[in-house]
């Protein structure tokens, strides 16, 4: 005789809940992110290229 299996829940269930939370955090689309990134980088290189000559 075979055992019989208990069916289990979803393992998705729980993740469904926890992306309707609204936290009151500060949210910024992929796009801005990556702007925002962007410019961090090229602020970057720009300070190390004429840095030395600007701050002395």
């Given at each position: 005789?075979?055992?019989e299996k208990a069916t289990l829940p979803p393992?998705?269930?729980g993740?469904?809940?926890f992306f309707d939370?609204?936290?009151k955090?500060?949210?910024i689309s992929p796009r801005g992110v990556i702007a925002?990134?962007?410019i961090l980088v090229a602020l970057e290189i720009l300070l190390h290229a004429f840095g030395p000559?600007?701050?002395g």
């Open positions: 005789m075979a055992k393992t998705g269930a993740l469904m809940r939370e609204d936290t955090a500060v949210k925002l990134t962007l000559q600007i701050f």
